[in-house]
């Protein structure tokens, strides 16, 4: 099994950044991809943005790319969220999530989730 905790959620001001952090324990050996999604009440999750554990290749959603950087440590099996730039509409519950070899083609562990708010 893989448990994911998240960090670094909070209250900022549009135009602030907020870096947000997921630590995984278990068994991370069988580390694919890990990403991170995001979720206002009553819309569907979001796919943010995901990185590769073995090439590092990235992939963001088109509303926060040039603001939003994803990065990871495999070493110490974190993966980081920097939001730049943020907006109101930026406001949701921000889940990390992770793909292993077990089932590469779908998160199956997911983070209990951390709210962003961004006041106008």
């Known amino acids: 099994q893989l448990q994911l905790v998240e960090s670094g959620g909070g209250l900022v001001q549009a135009g602030d950044s907020l870096r947000l952090s997921c630590t995984a324990s278990g068994r991370t050996f069988s580390l694919t991809d890990m990403g991170w999604f995001r979720q206002v009440p009553g819309n569907a999750r979001e796919l943010v943005a995901t990185i590769s554990r073995t090439n590092s290749n990235t992939n963001y959603a088109d509303s926060v790319k040039g603001r939003f950087t994803i990065s990871s440590d495999n070493a110490k099996n974190t993966w980081d969220l920097q939001m730049n730039s943020l907006k109101p509409e930026d406001t949701a519950v921000y889940y990390c999530?992770?793909?292993?070899?077990?089932?590469?083609?779908?998160?199956?562990?997911w983070g209990q989730g951390t709210q962003v708010t961004v006041s106008s």
């Open positions: 999530a992770a793909k292993t070899v077990y089932n590469p083609r779908e998160y199956d562990y």
